[in-house]
Structures are given as C-alpha cells and as structure tokens.
C-alpha cells in the first residue's frame, strides 16, 4: 500500500487520514489542524496535476 502524505506538514498519513473538500477536490490530510490550513489556503496545499 502506497503512503501518502500529508500536503500541509509532509508527514506520512496512515489509515486514518482527514478528507477535505476544497474547489471540488478532495485533498488528504493528517489531522483536522491540517484539514482547517487547506480550507483556509487551498491553493498554496493543492498542486495539481
Ligand atoms: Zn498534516
């Protein structure tokens, strides 16, 4: 299983990672501090591909 990370503080997310919908996507995150930064700034956490 691939580890994912989390955008705001690069740390490794395990099993129980936050959802976050932002702009129609939804971004991965650790912990709900991490979830509020991506709501907060969407564009500086969310590269897209
Ligand atoms: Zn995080």
Same mark, same amino acid.
């Given at each position: 299983?691939?580890? %994912? %990370?989390?955008? =705001?503080?690069?740390? *490794? #997310? %395990? *099993? !129980?990672?936050?959802? =976050?919908? /932002?702009?129609?996507?939804? /971004?991965? =995150?650790?912990? !709900? *501090?991490?979830?509020?930064? /991506?709501?907060?700034?969407?564009?500086?956490? #969310?590269?897209?591909?």
């Amino acid at each position: 299983m691939a580890a %994912k %990370k989390c955008p =705001v503080c690069q740390w *490794e #997310i %395990k *099993e !129980d990672g936050k959802q =976050v919908k /932002v702009d129609g996507k939804v /971004v991965l =995150v650790c912990c !709900d *501090e991490c979830a509020a930064k /991506v709501k907060a700034q969407p564009a500086k956490y #969310i590269n897209p591909r």
